[in-house]
């Protein structure tokens, strides 16, 4: 029902209790990312729309009561949202009502499963995307606008993988494309790491197991991650 409560929610204060304990508590965790693309309709609680600003209230309440050693990071917006929704200003203003951060995710993806996809400059051709990229390069006009006291801060690209196969159907990583999508992700990330202002510092495939995404039954693409 939504991956943060609403405000009106009779579980909010524990939902906040809940998030603080589990972060003093995990063991063997690096940190921590609160939220996922909460302006995506499909995780919105029981339906109703989560504003930047509550998400940054919320956040701001669980980074007010944890250590400065456990590190805590900003949700990805989904970068492809478009209709009635422009994700860059969503981005922005959470980004400007949050009191601090220990490091910023995004969730680049490509559309398809070509691998030619990884680099391509084509964008939306719709508002109110016309500013953003189709594909992989999706994740870089969000971080050009990144307020400058965050732009110290590292990068994760926490969600990678195309989105669907060539049938432009199916949804999951293609098989006898996935070897050879990584490989061009890893050489993409790369190449733009050498002149980036914020470089991507770590790059999580999505994902192991539990959806049309699992990876662990596909070992070709595990061996090009590895």
Known sequence: QGNIPSDNDPNYETFITACVDTMLNSKGVWGYIFGNETNNPNEFPQGEPITPEQYATLYNRIWNQVPVNIPMGVQAVDPYFGPDSDNREYWMRILNN?????????????????????????????????????????????????????????????????????????????????????????SHFKTYNETAVMPIHGVIFYRYSADDWRLHDKPTILDAIK
């Open 98 to 186: 949050i009191q601090g951060a220990d490091f910023l995710t995004v969730h680049p993806k490509t559309q398809d499963s070509n691998p030619d996809n990884v680099d391509s400059p084509a964008k939306f051709t719709d508002e109110p995307l016309l500013w953003q990229y189709l594909h992989l390069r999706s994740y870089q006009p969000l971080l050009d606008v990144v307020p400058e006291r965050f732009r110290h801060l590292p990068v994760f690209a926490t969600e990678v993988n195309p989105q669907r196969h060539n049938d432009n159907v199916t949804l999951g990583w293609q098989e006898d494309q996935g070897a050879e999508w990584v490989n061009r992700a890893v």
